[in-house]
């Protein structure tokens, strides 16, 4: 398994939410809250999707029902190849609603 380079800002939710996604070609904050391993409210889940997607690791459509799927940065910051702390820190979740 590679070593991820993660960031200082990321948290352990945002890494089963990533994990996720690598499985699924696409989830929802309210599918997420049931996936065993990603303990938080679909509310937890739906602001660190905000985060994340701010940071370029996932990709949201909010406006067909919050689609949320893995960017080709987050594959790469899965596989070890991306160092998420040289990109630019994302907002905080409550700046982005």
């Given at each position: 398994?590679?070593?991820?380079?993660?960031?200082?800002?990321?948290?352990?939710?945002?890494?089963?939410?990533?994990?996720?996604?690598?499985?699924?070609?696409?989830?929802?904050?309210?599918?997420?809250?049931?996936?065993?391993?990603?303990?938080?409210?679909?509310a937890q889940i739906r602001d660190r999707c905000r985060v994340l997607a701010d940071?370029?690791?996932v990709a949201l459509q909010q406006e067909e029902g919050w689609y949320v799927e893995l960017t080709t940065l987050g594959e790469l910051y899965l596989e070890g190849e991306a160092d998420i702390d040289l990109y630019p820190r994302p907002r905080h979740p409550t700046v982005l609603e």
């Open positions: 398994m590679p070593v991820r380079l993660t960031a200082r800002w990321q948290q352990t939710l945002d890494d089963r939410i990533i994990e996720h996604l690598d499985d699924e070609s696409w989830s929802t904050p309210g599918y997420m809250e049931m996936v065993p391993g990603i303990d938080a409210t679909k940071a370029g690791l």
